[in-house]
């Protein structure tokens, strides 16, 4: 039977475990905080951003959010500070500071 | 009705994985297993089953393509040998946490080096912690019937592990011997549909398989598949039952041949055990009280059951076809060893190598083991442990 993951906490006896971890749901990585391995962190420069919205789909953790057509913020609880979309802009709106 | 035949190990294994018709196979040739995907895809070929047989470009592939089709909901298999299971280490690992029910067709043959085509049970040894069901024949009929039995085990809700049939490279994959092969529909009933409750492609319910798991999770995590392999023990024992049903042929943990009263035991694994067999009924005609404990299952390892059926022998000679290159012996002699310890056994109890990269065990050497054991017990002759048998020098 599908367990409900959210129930599964680092207190769980091994016998509430899910077999194999097997974790029951979808999109479940939004809980994990990847944000916090980052050792550096992208900053957004709105003034330079044109919108061409080229970071955006080269982000590997979807932590660049685009709404009505525009990039929003960074996503900092999910960014890993890879710093691939400060490479690809064109425009140099994305720098990297070292530092969370 | 029964059909009788004449098969190799292979063939029987292949004859088996065609009545049960699995979903796919992916696998990759290596001696002496590579019949077992030539002949699987001859029946393909020729309509006989429809399994989707996937040639890849390595082992590690074969294993890790049936691990995607086994948690996408298929009934996977594949098939090696000694390098090739070397090759597929990682994915052994895999399968068994992420708790797959996967079917291994293993043909047992010596790893490098020295490179070596022949049989000695040093692959599947080596994977002995991997955390995989492994079930041995002594010949093709054992070959067969314990791949029948294998889903049943695998797919089980107590269990869901992956199951390893092994069989002796060459000496039963390749040599033809009679077999009692049971029908089609009487196969197909005993090993059922396959219906897993959770699967990738099920659009009903989205999962996900083999997540990370942190310290805080990693032991709880192997605590649940070290219970599901001890709950193996009883489905093993359950379906084996059911299957002399269908088969009036009988299985359990191990075979005990002429073991009841006998002062003095063989403990061995494989085809080798058929020539112990001969050795016992000889020295028996000679008054000679001599017995066999062939393993069958050796994951999970029945501990208790072992100690129990050796505990009123006098001496016991373990028969490793692999050597843990340790200084101390082979993986069975340390295993039986500690059993017979843990049940405060007392009889003596000795280690030997045998068979290494295909080496003829004869008639004779189980001979000579049971009289070293004799001459221990009787005269106090030490044979020293950790032996090598038919080694010259």
Redesign the interface.
């Known amino acids: 039977?599908?367990t409900d993951i959210s129930k599964i906490t680092?207190k769980?006896?091994?016998?509430d475990?899910t077999?194999?971890?097997?974790?029951?749901?979808?999109?479940?990585s939004v809980y994990f905080n990847t944000g916090e391995w980052r050792a550096y962190t992208p900053i957004f420069n709105k003034d330079k951003c044109t919108q061409c919205l080229l970071c955006a789909p080269c982000c590997p953790d979807s932590s660049i959010p685009v709404k009505n057509g525009e990039r929003d913020e960074f996503d900092l609880d999910h960014c890993k500070g890879c710093g691939i979309c400060a490479k690809v802009c064109p425009f140099d709106a994305i720098t990297m500071k070292e530092g969370k | 009705m029964a059909i009788r035949e004449r098969l190799s190990g292979n063939e029987a294994v292949s004859y088996a994985i065609k009545q049960i018709n699995p979903d796919v196979m992916p696998a990759f040739p290596i001696t002496p297993s590579t019949e077992i995907p030539q002949y699987v895809s001859t029946y393909i070929a020729n309509g006989e089953c429809d399994t989707e047989f996937i040639p890849v470009e390595s082992e590690h592939s074969s294993m890790s393509a049936t691990i995607g089709a086994s948690a996408a909901g298929a009934r996977a298999l594949t098939a090696t040998s000694s390098c090739g299971m070397a090759l597929m280490w990682e994915e052994l690992y895999v399968a068994a946490s992420n708790r797959l029910p996967i079917v291994l067709a293993l043909v047992n043959r010596a790893l490098s080096g020295p490179i070596n085509i022949n049989c000695d049970h040093s692959d599947s040894m080596g994977a002995r912690d991997s955390g995989w069901i492994q079930i041995y024949a002594e010949n093709n009929q054992e070959a067969y019937d314990n791949f029948v039995q294998a889903y049943r085990i695998a797919e089980h809700k107590n269990v869901h592990l992956p199951v390893m049939i092994c069989q002796d490279g060459f000496i039963t994959s390749h040599a033809v011997e009679n077999i009692e092969l049971l029908e089609d529909d009487v196969v197909k009933n005993f090993v059922g549909e396959y219906e897993p409750e959770n699967f990738l492609l099920n659009t009903e319910t989205p999962m996900a398989v083999g997540p990370y798991a942190v310290s805080n999770y990693y032991m709880e995590s192997k605590k649940a598949q070290s219970e599901a392999m001890n709950n193996a023990k009883q489905v093993i024992l359950d379906v084996a039952k059911e299957f002399a049903g269908i088969s009036g042929r009988e299985y359990g943990f191990f075979e005990e041949y002429r073991l009841e009263d006998a002062d003095y035991a063989i403990v061995m694994i494989g085809s080798a055990a058929g020539t112990t067999k001969d050795a016992i009924d000889k020295m028996r005609e000679e008054g000679k009280k001599v017995g066999l404990l062939k393993i069958r299952v050796f994951r999970p390892f029945p501990e208790k059951e072992i100690a129990e059926a050796l505990k009123n022998t006098k001496a016991v000679a373990i028969l490793d076809r692999a050597d843990s290159l340790n200084g101390h012996g082979g993986p069975l002699g340390s295993e039986v060893t500690a059993a017979l310890f843990n049940a405060k056994c007392t009889m003596d109890v000795r280690n030997y190598i045998y068979g290494l990269g295909g080496r003829d065990f004869r008639v004779e050497d189980a001979e000579e083991v049971f009289t070293e054991l004799e001459e221990l017990v009787t005269n106090g002759k030490e044979v020293g442990n950790y032996k090598y048998i038919g080694l010259r020098g």
């Open positions: 039977m599908a680092e769980s006896p091994w016998q475990l077999e194999g971890n097997h974790v029951y749901a979808g999109g479940t």
